[in-house]
């Protein structure tokens, strides 16, 4: 069977791979790319834990096919930091504590930075609703709650 | 498997004629997790979204044509469309999280023909008209007769739907969608309501569609039920005759998310609090 050939930009840099046709974004992200930091919770669009910014737009990387990221920008977790400096949302993670295993932290901050860039004054109910896809089993989400509501509000008043 | 990317309609449907096991992606929502479950084997996926018409949403003859590879968080973006068919967006609103409504299209809820699916009552309330593209040309159905039973569609080999039309909204018209659902967020409908009605000028209803969801195999169109509505204010008497009309009219089964009883009994209640809030609309209120 034929592989496919893929050109696309990843974290601003062109990128080529081979892949099956029915591989996801999830699986070449991972085990073509070595970007280990999308994660796969469910495969079924259900957890969030893998979730990437595709041409602007908060996706699962477990439910697009990688054939289908020929020509488009994917944004991964690997590429929110500014080389040793953490974006906003990961450094105020890391103060309020607002992970515990971490498993799910990465699609919550990719999420929550596509919120923030939509909407840098969401409410917290906003904020709940934007977050509704991805599952946290440690937290029970006050934390990340917490912490979203101070990064937007440090944001607004830096910017 | 092979993964192809038509750039034309007709393309697709050369593509999709060709190879009765090829499968048309349009968000994958529900695609990608059925490849995975192994519940199917297509020979091939035709993904549509490089097709221009298929990705845009325009507005067309005083309605609006929503492309089938659409995702439905691009029309909730639309707020011109959100403003004339408030149920319909509301509806594509409530399926899935974030991350599903950046790819999840309306066209591809309709043809995964779930009974549940929330999107198509609300769309069947709103008159809205599937376009089919074939081997044969392309063809107008309305969004009632695309599905058939559960996981079922009329879609001939070869067809595919390429757009979804909303007709003109109607002057003093109010649409609105809501479902059951044990919590408020990230379920499958237990029952889904759709209401379109139309007002005079003295605030009774000359028109009305309704639709419901998840209590038969397929949507129902209560046809009965959009009379009890005609001529009334929408008033408490009207709305009692409204909700026994679409108990009736649905048709559930049991299963894990409800069984038959309290859903002929949840339709009624649905239906009612959904026509109070398409009546506001159709005034202005909402």
Same mark, same amino acid.
């Given at each position: 069977?034929?592989?496919?050939?893929?050109?696309?930009?990843?974290?601003? +840099?062109?990128?080529?791979?081979?892949?099956?046709?029915?591989?996801?974004?999830?699986?070449?992200?991972?085990?073509?790319? #070595?970007?280990?930091?999308?994660?796969?919770?469910?495969?079924?669009?259900?957890?969030?834990?893998?979730?990437?910014?595709?041409?602007?737009?908060?996706?699962?990387?477990?439910?697009?096919?990688?054939?289908?990221?020929?020509?488009?920008?994917?944004?991964?977790?690997? *590429?929110?930091?500014?080389? #040793? +400096?953490?974006?906003?949302?990961?450094?105020?993670?890391?103060?309020?504590?607002?992970?515990?295993?971490?498993?799910? /932290?990465?699609?919550?901050?990719?999420?929550?930075?596509?919120?923030?860039?939509?909407? @840098?004054?969401? /409410?917290?109910?906003?904020?709940?609703?934007?977050?509704?896809?991805?599952?946290?089993?440690?937290?029970?989400?006050?934390?990340?709650?917490?912490?979203?509501?101070?990064?937007?509000?440090?944001?607004?008043?830096?910017? | 498997?092979?993964?192809?990317?038509?750039?034309?309609?007709?393309?697709?449907?050369?593509?999709?004629?060709?190879?009765?096991?090829?499968?048309?992606?349009?968000?994958?929502?529900?695609?990608?997790?059925?490849?995975?479950?192994?519940?199917?084997?297509?020979?091939?996926?035709?993904?549509?979204?490089?097709?221009?018409?298929?990705?845009?949403?325009?507005? #067309?003859?005083?309605?609006?044509?929503? *492309?089938?590879?659409?995702?439905?968080?691009?029309?909730?973006?639309?707020?011109?469309?959100?403003?004339?068919? @408030?149920?319909?967006?509301?509806?594509?609103?409530?399926?899935?999280?974030?991350?599903?409504?950046?790819?999840?299209?309306?066209?591809?809820?309709?043809?995964?023909?779930?009974?549940?699916?929330?999107?198509?009552?609300?769309?069947?309330? $709103?008159?809205?008209?599937?376009?089919? &593209?074939?081997?044969?040309?392309?063809? +107008?159905?309305?969004?009632? +007769?695309?599905?058939?039973?559960?996981?079922?569609?009329?879609?001939?080999?070869?067809?595919?739907?390429?757009?979804?039309?909303?007709?003109?909204?109607?002057?003093?018209?109010?649409?609105?969608?809501?479902?059951?659902?044990?919590?408020?967020?990230?379920?499958?409908?237990?029952?889904?309501?759709?209401?379109?009605?139309?007002?005079?000028? $003295?605030?009774?209803?000359?028109?009305?569609?309704?639709?419901?969801? $998840?209590?038969?195999?397929?949507?129902?169109?209560?046809?009965?039920?959009?009379?009890?509505?005609?001529?009334?204010?929408?008033?408490?008497?009207?709305?009692?005759?409204? $909700?026994?009309?679409?108990?009736?009219?649905?048709?559930?089964?049991?299963?894990?998310?409800?069984?038959?009883?309290?859903?002929?009994?949840?339709?009624?209640?649905?239906?009612?609090?959904? &026509?109070?809030?398409?009546?506001?609309?159709?005034?202005?209120?909402?």
């Amino acid at each position: 069977m034929s592989q496919i050939h893929v050109i696309t930009t990843i974290n601003g +840099d062109e990128t080529e791979f081979l892949c099956e046709a029915q591989e996801t974004l999830l699986d070449v992200l991972r085990d073509h790319l #070595d970007l280990t930091g999308s994660k796969e919770g469910c495969g079924t669009g259900d957890c969030g834990a893998c979730s990437v910014i595709v041409d602007g737009r908060l996706v699962c990387a477990c439910l697009m096919l990688a054939g289908e990221a020929e020509g488009r920008s994917v944004e991964t977790i690997e *590429g929110m930091a500014d080389g #040793d +400096d953490l974006h906003p949302l990961q450094q105020k993670f890391l103060e309020m504590a607002a992970l515990q295993c971490g498993v799910c /932290t990465p699609g919550i901050l990719v999420a929550t930075k596509n919120l923030l860039e939509r909407n @840098p004054n969401p /409410t917290e109910e906003e904020v709940r609703y934007w977050l509704a896809g991805n599952l946290c089993r440690c937290t029970g989400y006050d934390k990340i709650i917490r912490a979203v509501m101070d990064t937007a509000a440090d944001m607004r008043g830096a910017a | 498997m092979r993964f192809q990317s038509p750039e034309s309609v007709d393309e697709a449907v050369a593509l999709l004629a060709a190879d009765p096991e090829a499968r048309v992606l349009a968000g994958g929502t529900d695609l990608l997790v059925r490849l995975r479950m192994g519940d199917v084997a297509p020979s091939a996926v035709i993904d549509i979204k490089r097709i221009t018409e298929m990705t845009t949403i325009a507005q #067309d003859d005083g309605g609006w044509r929503i *492309g089938a590879a659409v995702p439905s968080a691009e029309m909730n973006e639309t707020a011109a469309l959100v403003t004339d068919w @408030p149920g319909v967006t509301e509806a594509a609103d409530l399926i899935g999280s974030t991350q599903i409504q950046g790819r999840a299209t309306v066209a591809g809820n309709l043809c995964n023909a779930s009974p549940a699916a929330d999107s198509v009552p609300a769309m069947v309330a $709103a008159g809205a008209v599937a376009r089919v &593209a074939g081997p044969n040309g392309s063809r +107008d159905v309305p969004v009632e +007769d695309i599905p058939t039973g559960p996981g079922q569609t009329s879609l001939a080999q070869g067809e595919l739907v390429t757009s979804i039309f909303l007709p003109a909204k109607p002057e003093n018209s109010g649409s609105a969608y809501l479902r059951f659902i044990p919590r408020t967020e990230m379920d499958i409908a237990v029952v889904g309501v759709g209401i379109t009605l139309t007002l005079d000028s $003295a605030g009774a209803v000359t028109a009305a569609k309704i639709a419901l969801g $998840a209590v038969g195999p397929k949507v129902i169109v209560a046809g009965d039920a959009a009379k009890t509505l005609i001529g009334t204010t929408g008033d408490d008497p009207a709305l009692d005759a409204l $909700a026994a009309a679409c108990s009736a009219a649905a048709t559930p089964i049991d299963d894990k998310r409800g069984t038959a009883e309290f859903r002929r009994d949840v339709t009624g209640v649905i239906a009612k609090r959904t &026509a109070r809030i398409a009546l506001a609309r159709a005034k202005g209120e909402a």
